[in-house]
């Protein structure tokens, strides 16, 4: 068992999720109190000992998963599997009918979904893991190829519409409440489904295998340009609470960053209670500043995501700075401060897209005709106390770099970062002419992830 | 597996004759006992307190405002009979306030009051740092307190970075060292609670002493079980559907999203004003109850209006 766990934590770690060795410790000795048939309270257990943020846990989860696996027992694969079996007498009743056609097959998952039967689910979704997936062993597909796979040939949107209607004339409130329980269900169902997909592939390909295939990288690390749908999704869920989380701390620090000059006065009276000794020594509290920021964002295709979210988070965490200006470019500037004083940031984010007037020319970026515009435009908007943010990949298209325009700019300003969303090593490849600009800034950051990200925003002075 | 109970152990490290029994005795126990002291755990917070008495660990309890960190804290002194110690974390605690501050004016007047001769300073200065003149603050409190006591450090998020180190040696040895007096042991084993809003990052060194437990909130069944647990006199129809519609609210994506002692309130308004269904006017005109913020009470009504119109 002790071996079992340290392979254990040695894949979490290699998950990304950091055990130390006093936690491994720990794990053991909860291993030795837990009883090890309950396979929930297994996993909880482990997870207090060797999880200490809400979300590594999901990674846990996952790793657990696999790791410890529920293998079937053979009298369980047998039900499902030898179809003309004859059911016993009280599991007759159960929807593991295996002659039933394509529409019985959804009405039984529906009742079954709609009964909030948790065992009937999970007997459906392995029975339709059998039916629909045609696992083929050995063949190397992703599982998540199987759960579309299944989900589609069961005929999940049927199986939805069933369960939508199955509700008499409802108030608008108890409708949406409907709603909402239906989506929980399903979501519930296809992580059975999901489930037993994987413990079939793991009797197939091992458990190492599947361990290996199924290592994600943490929400954190997901690099922003390469993200696709889904992750850019959570990656916007996740900005709302980083923001908030972010405000605590930079106010917490800015507060007690630097102790002010000594406070005579108070020195004083403190010192009167120790017969004149003065033993507390008080300071003011030092003088706040909160930096001024002005931002300005490459909006095109490549890098949209990544100007995105830094104008997202930058938004969100407005009370920080004592003044936030945004631009975006393409080839021409315009000003998109104001969409952000709208309650709802991501709706502000997406009036960027379609209302802000970006493009001047040809609609590629051009980052010396944007920053000409924004010095024939928006000078005013610098200021010496100001710092200054630009987003973008410097891939210019080849037009002139007007590197002499950016270098007026950053002289207005107090500070100048350059972030770009690029793996370091392409800089300077191709169209890129970072180096013709990095020499005016006071720094230029790699800023591919949220990590990077945070970092560079709690840093900001 | 090792053989050694991780209490014995501890009770050993401190010099115990005998070690204190766990005060519950299994995973289910627990969360019954919970219930009888109004607390409803869920299996994963009966699990994890569970191991925490099992283990001898302080448990960190993370999650969102409002649901039921400090209550389970509590719940736990009751149902165990134990005393409850309360340490409120703020922004500028420190050592004199969490752990013990030497009675200076005591000090003092005792220094003053003293003849001046020579031979009785030693005597004088052994005697002014010596427990009498010391005030204890919670945690050498828990620590001293014979009889046994629930540690509750609330809202650890709150102090800073380096206040946290307080803590370290309490959290793992059971211990307080004072320099002037030696180190003051636990003569019990204390249950030890740290509760945190994740407003910030908590230290690795503080978080690697404690087993992890996180409180989210409640599924709309628990939810609907706590209502009619604390709420006299409520349906449970009406029960159901205040807890879904929290539920419901809580998947907007709102500034604060109700708490569970939030939806009691609500619960309980509903019960005073003789309510026995929901309907749509009435959630929206009593939305200020579970909402706080204005934008958040605009944007509600009119997802609530918008579902209307469709």
Redesign the interface.
Known sequence: ??ELLSGFVAELRTAGV?V?M??HV?A???????DLGDR??MR??L???L????DY?AAFDRTFALYFATRRTPDEIATTQTASAPESPETSTTPSERSASGSEMVQQIADAIASGNLRDQREMASLAVDRFAGIEAGRPVGAAYYLYRTMRQLRIDEVEAQLRSGHEVL???E???AD??VTDQLAQFREFVEGEIMEQLIEDRGVAEMVAASRTSMLEDIDVMQANRDELERLERAL?PLS??MA??LA?KR??RRRGPLDMRRTMRESL???GVP?DVRFRPPHPTKPELVILADMSGSVASFARFTLLLVHALNNEFSKVRSFVFVDGVDEVTQFFDE??PTVAADRIVSEANMIAADGHSDYGLAFTHFAARYLDALSPRATLLVLGDARSNYHPACADTFDALTRKVRRTYWLNPEPQSYWESGDSVLSQYATYCDDVFECRTLRQLEAFVMGLK | ??AV??RQELAARLGLSDAPRPSFTS?DALVSALAQHDYLAS??IG??TY??D??A?P??V??PAGTGKTALAKAVADATGARLIRLQCY?GLDESKALYEWN??KQ?LRIQAASDDEASWDRLEGDIFSPDFLLTRPLLEAIRSTEPVVLLIDEIDRV?LETEALLLEILSEYQVSIPELGTVKATQIPMVFLTSN????LS?AL????????VDYPS?QRERDIILQRVPGITSVLAQHVA??V??LR?M?LKKSPSVSETLDWARTLVILGKEE???DF?VSTLHILLKHQ?DI??ATR??RR??G?
């Not at chain 2, 994740?198 to 990052?201: H, M, Q």
């Open positions: 068992m002790l950091p130390s006093g936690e720990d053991a000795h909860a291993l030795s109190v837990i929930d309270a909880l257990g997870r207090a000992a999880v200490k943020r809400s846990q108030s608008p409130l409708q949406r409440i909402e329980v709302v908030r989380k605590a701390r917490q507060r007690r209670s120790t017969g033993i309650d709802d | 597996m090792s109970d991780p995973p299996p994963e699990a994890i191991l925490a099992r283990l660990k448990v960190l993370e999650g922004e200076y004016r003092l800073e994740a407003t910030r990052e690795e978080k690697r002493r404690c087993l992890y437990l996180f709309v879904s519609v539920y419901a998947s994506d929901l309907d749509d959630v934008s605009a944007k997802e609530l579902t209307n469709a």
